[in-house]
């Protein structure tokens, strides 16, 4: 494994892997130094052909992309919790990936797919954890937990301190040495099964209710700036948060549905029709079908 690698972990379906196609164009756009990439992809369902249109939607020579199923990428003697969200369950394949990536990678980016970079991520890599388990970005509308809006609601029966930062997990830059000696997956898991009706937003819930016990970096605002914020210069990375710029739906910043559609358009899916609200909101009914189902077996 070469020093000079770039190591990203992500996870999606195959409703949303446009959205990686897009992130990676830009990704490749802005990719200045000369590190190569290599990208740890957990999916459900994605097809054979979303898999040949993602490969040759970016520059062979920059990227080498590995395709893992949820199956493979979960740990033996770990299983997914039980919550009560609309989120997928691929979401919690990021608590994952740092335990099944080479063991020479000693750190990895971790990146939503819905995101779109608009300068070298390269940028990002090079921040210095240190001795911290993992980086993160505050977040920008719950900036601690103790705000009411989307919160750890449940702070003061967890003995957490309020004004204590509140994090978004859409980025994180991993020690993965120091997130397995951690045991970060099984405790967030944990986490998300003892508080199951606090857990709104899925593991970042969990997330910032173990930050406290643990030595992490703040990581500047712009890596992880959302698409409803006021319009700041092209610099750091977009989150598209709640409807995506290929919802009809969308209720971001239109200029950054412009910024999305002007990468996209240069993958294999460019000019795809957007989607109609009933079809998310069928997307999400099925979510909900699997989780109740899971929970049966």
Known sequence: MSTNTITLTMNCDNDYIILMGALLKSIEVHHKTPEHIDVYLAGNNISETSKKMMLESVDPKMFTIYFKTMEEVIPPGMALPYDRNLFPATVYMRLFLPYVIPKEVKKVLYLDVDMIALEDISNVWNIDLGDSVIGA???CRVTTLDNDWGGV???KELG???????VNSGLQLMNTEKYREAKMAE???AAINDNAKFAEYAEQYALNTILPSIKWTEIPKKWNYFSTEEFDGEKGIIHYISRKPIHTTYK???IFKDIFFRYLNQTKWA???EVSETKRLIKKMGIVISKIKRHLK
């Not at 957490?160 to 509140?166: A, E, I, Q, S």
Request: charged share 30%; net charge positive.
């Open 137 to 139: 970005v505050v977040d």
């Open 153 to 155: 609601l449940n702070y």
């Open 160 to 166: 957490l301190d309020g004004k204590h930062p509140y």
């Open 187 to 189: 405790r967030i898991i």
């Open 252 to 254: 971001g910043k239109e």
């Open 271 to 273: 000019y795809t029709k």
